[in-house]
C-alpha cells in the first residue's frame, strides 16, 4: 500500500514570508496524482494543488507552487506571501488513478502577524 | 454541479448504541466514494471505499462497516460503539478514470462516545 510521510508536524512563518511544507511518498506505480489539501478551523477539506505524475513541470496557482521529484518520490508545497488566512491544517495526499486516496499525517502551520 | 451532503453534522451517542452516517452526491455518477476518520489534531485514515455499488474495500479491521445501496450513497455504520470510535467523519467522492482524480468532501461529522 502506498504511504504518505509529512515530517513537520507544526511550522510557523511570518506574513508575508515564504513557507515550505515538506511530504515524500512511497509507490511503485508511475501513474498517480498527488495533492495538497487545507484544513482550516472550519474542518472543510479545500484542495490547494495538484500534480499529475506524468508532468514534469511543477503545478503552480497563485501563491502556492509544488516542487515535484518523482525520482525521489518527494512532493513540497511552498507558499509565497504567507496570508493570516493561510493558517490550517495541510494534508499531502496521494491517489493512483481510480483508486483511493492516501493523506499524510499532516502540518499545522500558523501564519503570525 | 457536483455537490456531496453529509450528515448529521454533529452527533452524541452513547457507548454500545448503534450508529448510521449518510452521505450522498449529486451532479455525476459512479463515483469512488470514501469514509475517512480523523481524530483531534491528526490525518485523515481511510476506513472505506468503494468503487461501484456493492463494492466495499475496507482499509482498517474494526468494528464499522460500510454500504453502498445506491451509486450515489454510501453509509457508514456500526452495531455497537465504542468510546475509541469518537472522532471527525469525513466522506468524500472522486471521479473514476477520467477527470484530475482529486476528492471532494462533505462537511464532516464529530462523532462523541460518551
Known amino acids: 500500500a502506498q504511504t504518505v510521510t509529512q515530517s513537520q508536524p507544526e511550522m510557523s512563518v511570518q506574513e508575508a514570508e515564504t513557507v515550505t511544507l515538506s511530504c515524500t511518498y512511497d509507490t511503485s506505480e508511475s501513474n498517480y496524482y498527488l495533492f495538497w489539501y487545507k484544513q482550516p478551523p472550519s474542518r472543510q477539506m479545500i484542495l490547494v494543488i495538484r500534480?499529475?505524475?506524468?508532468?514534469?513541470q511543477n503545478a503552480t496557482e497563485n501563491r502556492f507552487s509544488v516542487n515535484f521529484q518523482k525520482a525521489a518520490k518527494s512532493f513540497s508545497l511552498k507558499i509565497s506571501d504567507s496570508q493570516l488566512g493561510d493558517t490550517a491544517m495541510y494534508f499531502c495526499?496521494?491517489?493512483?488513478?481510480?483508486?483511493?486516496?492516501?493523506f499524510g499525517a499532516g502540518t499545522r502551520l500558523t501564519v503570525k502577524p | 454541479s457536483q455537490t456531496i451532503h453529509q450528515w448529521p453534522a454533529t452527533l452524541v451517542q452513547p457507548v454500545g448504541s448503534p450508529l448510521s452516517l449518510e452521505c450522498t452526491v449529486e451532479g455525476t455518477s459512479n463515483p469512488n466514494l470514501y469514509w475517512y476518520r480523523q481524530a483531534a489534531g491528526r490525518g485523515l485514515q481511510l476506513l472505506f471505499y468503494s468503487v461501484g455499488i456493492g463494492q466495499i474495500s475496507s482499509e482498517v479491521p474494526q468494528n464499522l462497516s460500510a454500504s453502498r445501496p445506491q451509486d450515489r450513497q454510501f453509509i457508514l455504520s456500526s452495531k455497537k460503539l465504542l468510546l475509541s470510535d469518537s472522532g471527525f467523519y469525513l466522506c468524500a467522492w472522486s471521479s473514476i478514470g477520467g477527470g484530475m482524480g482529486e476528492a471532494f468532501f462533505g462537511q464532516g461529522t464529530r462523532l462523541t462516545v460518551v
Open positions: 495526499a496521494f491517489m493512483k488513478q481510480g483508486n483511493d486516496m492516501r
Open positions: 500534480q499529475e505524475a506524468y508532468k514534469q
